[in-house]
Structure formats: C-alpha cells, structure tokens
C-alpha cells in the first residue's frame, strides 16, 4: 500500500520530501491502531491520531495538519474512500505570532562578525529577502549584473 501511496504522489508531483513526510505519518497512523488496515478504519480514528498528537505529543498546528493531509491523502488518492466533510475539528488553526525583526543595529552586528560565502549569503537572505532554499540553489546565470535583479 505504501508503494502505491508513493506512486500516487510521483503521479500528481509531490515533492520527494512530502512524499517521505507523507509516508511518515501514514506509518504513524496504521501504528498508532495498532497496524489495522486503514479500510476498517474511518473518521473516529483519524480523529483518535490528530488528538493524540495534539495532547499528548502536543505537536504544532502545522504538523498536526500535514498529519491530516497525508491521511486524507491516502483515503481519497489511494483506497478512493470520500470521507465527506472532514470539519473544522480537525483542522488545526495556526497561532498568531508577530515575527521578530532585527533592529538595523542588531542586524549589522551579526553582519560584522561574518565573513566570505557565509556573509554573502547572510546579505541576500536579509537584504534581498531570499529564503533559505532559495539563496543556496542560487546560481551565478540567476544574477542579472546589468540590471541588478535575481532571479528565484
């Protein structure tokens, strides 16, 4: 099953790292009912996981919901079971949280004590605002000299 679920997402070109996640939380949740089939399960179980891993692994919100998605996955992509209307009680809402903002003075200092490819790479995550992901597959043919702009 696990190999028609990993086809299944090569088919509709999930990542390989969605695919290993969602993998991961399908073994969680067949493990967790102790290896029952997920045919002879429904939406009282799934509830059972994503409630335990809320309260007692107390995990985030986000993990809590990519657990969903990787199950709601399988029950509709791979045994093809509709399982309705999934509600609100399953989704897990985000908290708020204000981002943290180096002041101008913070943000040099920590500039100051790099140097070479690391001070570079500090300098376009902060100033051209890159994510992480995006500044290390950065390429030389992505850097437009004549017009200052990168492309991502």
Known sequence: MLDQVRAGLRLKHYS????QAY????KRFIFFHNKRHPLEMGKQEINEFLTHLAVNEKVAASTQNQALCAIVFLYKHILNIDLGDIGEIYWSKKPQKLPVVFTHNEAKAVLE????????MAMLLYGAGLRLNECLQLRVKDIDFEYKQITV
Not at 23 to 26: A, D, E, K, T
């Open 16 to 19: 390989y790292r969605t695919e």
């Open 23 to 26: 993998i991961h939380w399908i």
């Open 113 to 120: 004590k790099l140097n070479g490819a690391t001070w570079l």
